[in-house]
């Protein structure tokens, strides 16, 4: 496991921070407050999110729409600001929300996001495979496959048209058993996606293409970053074989 205490760690985590902390419309000075601090949505956010709530351990921040910004400050947990992370919390947030405008809001389950701190170099392949670089139209050919969509999006996603380019392993017919795509994440931060076909799982793969990823964000000067589902926990082991650490967690309110 990569140290936490690296110069670099710091400088990456300062980025994605800062990154968060535009999204949801707060000062970054919040994260580390040691009180919860609520927020007003910001305008131009993604209208499906009703609320995200992020923790990057020393404070917390409720970015929520502006009707229920009263609300959440009256209703969170009143000691530890942590504990408006909890789900009980969320699901009162959505049962107020379903209560206003929005009959399809849920609660739904959290993530972590990582920043990086071990530049690591790229292991050596496996015998009869090799490492390219994929641009969009690489992908739009493997999208509909729904095999890779961690890494490229299903058709439809809000993030697809921004996914820059990518790295994949194939074999010696030119087919892929792993990708890993970027997209753009904020002003700062570009995010690494991955998957691995799985009759190739548990070979490496998802750390090749994640390094080499990682790699090429930080050669155009960006903060390498990685998002994964609290539940997925092969994927945080990749994460931290990968060089990286967490920074935050968050959770959402989100209409269906």
Not at 11 to 29: F, H, K, N, T
Not at 39 to 59: N, Y
Not at 91 to 113: K, N, T
Not at 221 to 249: D, E, K, Q
Request: aromatic share 8%; with cysteine.
């Amino acid at each position: 496991m990569p140290a936490a205490t690296t110069e670099l760690f710091r400088s990456q985590s300062a980025m994605v921070v800062a990154d968060l902390a535009d999204e949801l419309g707060c000062r970054i000075e919040d994260f580390t407050s040691e009180a919860l601090v609520v927020v007003s949505r910001p305008a131009d956010a993604d209208e499906r999110f009703l609320a995200r709530i992020a923790t990057a351990g020393l404070g917390t921040v409720a970015s929520v729409v502006p009707e229920l910004v009263e609300w959440a400050d009256e209703h969170a947990p009143s000691e530890r600001h942590f504990r408006a992370m909890q789900p009980f919390f969320l699901a009162e947030l959505a049962e107020e929300a379903r209560r206003r405008h929005w009959p399809s809001a849920r609660a739904y389950g959290f993530h972590l996001g990582f920043a990086l701190a071990e530049e690591l170099r790229v292991p050596a392949l496996p015998a009869a495979l090799s490492l390219t670089a994929i641009d969009a139209e690489w992908m739009t050919r493997y999208r509909d496959s729904k095999v890779f969509d961690n890494a490229m999006g299903e058709p439809g996603e809000p993030h697809v048209p921004s996914i820059l380019h990518g790295f994949a392993v194939v074999d010696r017919t030119g087919e892929p058993l792993a990708v890993a795509g970027i997209w753009r994440q904020g002003t700062r931060r570009d995010e690494i996606g991955v998957d691995v076909r799985r009759d190739a799982r548990g070979t490496g793969l998802a750390r090749i293409v994640v390094i080499r990823a990682t790699q090429d964000i930080l050669g155009r000067g960006r903060a390498p970053y990685y998002s994964i589902g609290a539940t997925n926990v092969r994927s945080h082991r990749n994460a931290l074989s990968c060089g990286f650490l967490p920074v935050y967690m968050r959770g959402i309110v989100a209409v269906e």
